[in-house]
């Protein structure tokens, strides 16, 4: 079985500072890494992926992560936040093969940008 | 194009009453999921459709859940009855197939409270 953890419940951050949002993973088998956020009062949307290649992967709004599989991370990064990031973001794996594209996610992280 | 849609939006009931929800998938996508989001955790997979067909429904307590997909486009969750436990959002998702790393799309989720 895999399973995701997020130390952080909550992430307060000044806007146009820099922030990085912890998830580590624990599976027997490889898995592909997910980070989605989740805006007030809307659905979960993909952030970014990671399936192979290079281990720095990008989304287009800014931020990065990075596939560490000696340390089972997938850290999210961004150098400058704004106000609009505020969100809960969730990690999440799914198995190479066998498990269905069943994710399994992590318990979130809020994030909460001030000014 | 048109996200998953789900609705109702929010509902109320009280406990032992009957209850469902309803999904539809973005168009083309033959996978649906359907998953449950508790307070202050990541979203957890109830059941998951490929076409019409359950094809893995291990965690969804048959006892008073039920699901289905006919025609392998819409879908409805149904309680029968309600428990104040089953206070939680219930969240629908669907991709265009089941490969391992395949984005889901989620849609904004169905709030339940019960009384």
């Given amino acids: 079985a895999q399973s995701v953890t997020q130390l952080d419940s909550q992430v307060p951050v ?49 931020f990065e992560a990075e596939f560490n599989k000696s340390q089972t991370s997938f850290h999210l990064r961004k150098p400058s936040v704004h106000i609009s990031d505020t969100a809960e973001y969730f990690c999440a794996v799914t198995r190479f093969t066998g498990g269905g594209n069943k994710l399994t996610f992590g318990t979130g992280t809020q994030l909460k940008v001030e000014l | ?29 033959n996978t649906l999921y359907w998953y449950l989001q508790n307070l202050g955790q990541g979203p957890e997979l109830l059941i998951r459709y490929e076409n019409e067909e359950a094809v893995d ?32 959002v219930y969240l629908c998702a669907s991709s265009q ?10 849609g904004p989720g169905t709030r339940l409270l019960v009384l």
């Fill in chain 1, 14 to 62: 000044f806007e146009e500072a820099p922030v990085e949002l912890r998830c580590n993973y624990s599976s027997s088998v490889s898995v592909y890494l997910f980070w989605y956020v989740q805006y007030p009062n809307q659905g979960l949307q993909l952030l970014l992926k990671y399936l192979s290649g290079s281990t720095l992967v990008e989304s287009i709004n800014g």
């Fill in chain 2, 1 to 29: 194009e048109a996200g998953v849609v789900q609705s109702p939006r929010y509902k109320i009931i009280e406990k032992k009453q009957p209850v469902a929800f309803w999904c539809n998938p973005i168009s083309g996508h």
């Fill in chain 2, 57 to 88: 429904d291990s965690q969804l307590p048959k006892d008073r859940f039920s699901a289905e997909r006919l025609k392998g486009v819409d879908s409805t969750l149904k309680i029968q009855p309600a428990e104040l436990g089953d206070s939680a």
């Fill in chain 2, 97 to 106: 197939g089941t490969s391992a790393g395949e984005t889901q799309y989620f």
